[in-house]
């Protein structure tokens, strides 16, 4: 029993409490750092050659599970102990204070006063009923009040007690909310192209929907950096009798039906090109090689001897970049432009048709986490509310009223009131 005892000391304390903090934010910049949920021969490739502080490789990441950190056994088991620890704190610290400061105190004697932080005392005549006075006054300047014989209890800013509990609750349902998503979400990016669509199934509210898009548009800033990303959606629904059209910015998800469509990424993903006199669409893919956001593709040209050019683009505005790849001579072809004769060949560009990269998430968790986030930003606001107590004795012996008062914040604000009530009670 003692050791048990001991047990929950240590982890209630708030040193305990700090140092998970420190480890799960730690582990949280590892798991940012290294790259998550890719197969072994990834791991093994890349820490292999390039271990980790010089000693982590791929087999030790893949060991000590650095590869799905938030998923990771020792990850979950911190947030299961931090959960334990904030409970345990709110049944041994707070729960007992706030219980604690519903009871009225009552000061019978006026030694007591002097261990309070602030004091005052005056004398009064026989006939004076300053007790009830004093009760009534305090209620008007909105104090709670408990009337004794001959002693008054009064107290203020009783809610901000209650803030440091809130806050444990809602950092815990953060941290179950967060575990819980770490195995419910689902995540899943789609490149789609203006006029395509895709169906969508929340298995969670097990509801259908379509999605379309109808244009994707891409902002640059005056030196052509990409400034944002735009994508125009059609949501329709026969089961659930909708037709919308929402947009989707970078930054500006959309909420569908428990999903969130974000706007993550752009790609060129088709070229409709003449070629004498005659209509292609060529599908392009991404050439890293070549630099970032570069899509190309390898086409033969030339009516009698036909050469192989890399056609490449970098920008859905064009131009195209004509590539041969024997001696790495290079021509540009502009958008709707007169033909360029490529190899005996008339090579026109007619349309860059750009594709709108979409994430698309079904994340259970989110309404845990959204409502913890509320109860810790209310339970930190009330916190700063402080807690007043005020205690009024008369000794009928010596006809002395002593006042005496306690706050937990802002003593010096206090301290004020304090000085001005005291006034008022001798003056009343």
Same mark, same amino acid.
């Given at each position: 029993?003692?050791?048990?005892?001991?047990?929950?000391?240590?982890?209630?304390?708030?040193?305990?409490?700090?140092?998970?903090?420190?480890?799960?934010?730690?582990?949280?910049?590892?798991?940012?750092?290294?790259?998550?949920?890719?197969?072994?021969?990834?791991?093994?490739?890349?820490?292999?050659?390039?271990?980790?502080?010089?000693?982590?490789?791929?087999?030790?990441?893949?060991?000590?599970?650095?590869?799905?950190?938030?998923?990771?056994?020792?990850?979950?088991?911190?947030?299961?102990?931090?959960?334990?620890?904030?409970?345990?704190?709110?049944?041994?610290?707070?729960?007992?204070?706030?219980?604690?400061?519903?009871?009225?105190?009552?000061?019978?004697?006026?030694?007591?006063?002097?261990?309070?932080?602030?004091?005052?005392?005056?004398?009064?005549?026989?006939?004076?009923?300053?007790?009830?006075?004093?009760?009534?006054?305090?209620?008007?300047?909105?104090?709670?009040?408990?009337?004794?014989?001959?002693?008054?209890?009064?107290?203020?800013?009783?809610?901000?007690?209650?803030?440091?509990?809130?806050?444990?609750?809602?950092?815990?349902?953060?941290?179950?909310?967060?575990?819980?998503?770490?195995?419910?979400?689902?995540?899943?990016?789609?490149?789609?192209?203006?006029?395509?669509?895709?169906?969508?199934?929340?298995?969670?509210?097990?509801?259908?929907?379509?999605?379309?898009?109808?244009?994707?548009?891409?902002?640059?800033?005056?030196?052509?950096?990409?400034?944002?990303?735009?994508?125009?959606?059609?949501?329709?629904?026969?089961?659930?009798?909708?037709?919308?059209?929402?947009?989707?910015?970078?930054?500006?998800?959309?909420?569908?039906?428990?999903?969130?469509?974000?706007?993550?990424?752009?790609?060129?993903?088709?070229?409709?090109?003449?070629?004498?006199?005659?209509?292609?669409?060529?599908?392009?893919?991404?050439?890293?090689?070549?630099?970032?956001?570069?899509?190309?593709?390898?086409?033969?040209?030339?009516?009698?001897?036909?050469?192989?050019?890399?056609?490449?683009? /970098?920008?859905?505005? !064009?131009? *195209?970049?004509?590539? &041969?790849?024997?001696? +790495?001579?290079?021509?540009? #072809?502009? %958008?709707? @432009?007169?033909?360029?004769?490529?190899?005996?060949?008339?090579?026109?560009?007619?349309?860059?048709?750009?594709?709108?990269?979409?994430?698309?998430?079904?994340?259970?968790?989110?309404?845990?986490?959204?409502?913890?986030?509320?109860?810790?930003?209310?339970?930190?606001?009330?916190?700063?509310?402080?807690?007043?107590?005020?205690?009024?004795?008369?000794?009928?012996?010596?006809? /002395?009223?002593?006042? !005496?008062? *306690?706050?937990?914040? &802002?003593?010096?604000? +206090?301290?004020?009131?304090? #000085?001005? %009530?005291? @006034?008022?009670?001798?003056?009343?």
């Amino acid at each position: 029993m003692i050791i048990f005892k001991n047990l929950i000391l240590k982890i209630s304390s708030l040193r305990f409490a700090i140092s998970l903090i420190i480890f799960i934010a730690i582990s949280s910049g590892i798991g940012t750092f290294i790259p998550q949920g890719n197969n072994k021969k990834f791991y093994i490739d890349i820490f292999n050659n390039a271990p980790i502080f010089g000693f982590l490789n791929g087999e030790n990441v893949l060991k000590l599970q650095l590869d799905h950190v938030y998923t990771s056994f020792w990850f979950l088991f911190a947030l299961i102990l931090l959960c334990v620890s904030l409970a345990a704190c709110s049944f041994r610290r707070q729960i007992p204070s706030l219980k604690a400061s519903l009871k009225w105190i009552e000061y019978k004697n006026e030694k007591k006063f002097s261990n309070l932080q602030l004091t005052s005392s005056f004398q009064i005549n026989e006939d004076e009923d300053l007790i009830s006075k004093a009760d009534l006054l305090l209620k008007k300047k909105g104090w709670k009040t408990y009337k004794f014989k001959s002693n008054i209890s009064a107290r203020r800013g009783l809610i901000g007690k209650i803030g440091p509990l809130v806050v444990h609750i809602g950092l815990i349902v953060l941290l179950i909310g967060s575990a819980y998503g770490s195995f419910t979400s689902q995540s899943k990016e789609q490149f789609l192209l203006p006029g395509e669509s895709l169906d969508l199934i929340n298995e969670s509210t097990n509801s259908k929907a379509n999605v379309k898009l109808i244009d994707f548009s891409i902002e640059r800033e005056s030196d052509g950096i990409p400034k944002q990303f735009i994508s125009k959606l059609d949501f329709s629904s026969a089961d659930l009798q909708l037709n919308e059209i929402k947009t989707a910015k970078v930054n500006h998800p959309i909420r569908f039906k428990g999903l969130t469509i974000y706007q993550a990424d752009w790609a060129i993903s088709n070229v409709v090109l003449e070629i004498d006199n005659i209509l292609y669409q060529l599908k392009l893919k991404e050439i890293p090689e070549i630099g970032n956001q570069v899509w190309g593709v390898l086409v033969e040209l030339g009516p009698d001897t036909k050469k192989n050019f890399l056609l490449t683009l /970098n920008n859905e505005n !064009g131009p *195209l970049k004509v590539s &041969n790849i024997e001696n +790495f001579s290079e021509n540009i #072809l502009y %958008l709707n @432009e007169e033909p360029l004769e490529v190899n005996s060949s008339k090579l026109s560009l007619r349309k860059i048709i750009p594709s709108s990269g979409l994430i698309i998430k079904n994340d259970p968790s989110i309404p845990f986490i959204y409502f913890s986030f509320i109860l810790i930003i209310f339970g930190t606001i009330i916190s700063l509310i402080p807690t007043n107590q005020l205690w009024i004795h008369l000794n009928k012996e010596s006809k /002395n009223l002593s006042v !005496g008062g *306690l706050s937990n914040k &802002n003593l010096v604000g +206090f301290k004020k009131e304090f #000085l001005k %009530l005291s @006034e008022e009670i001798k003056n009343n």
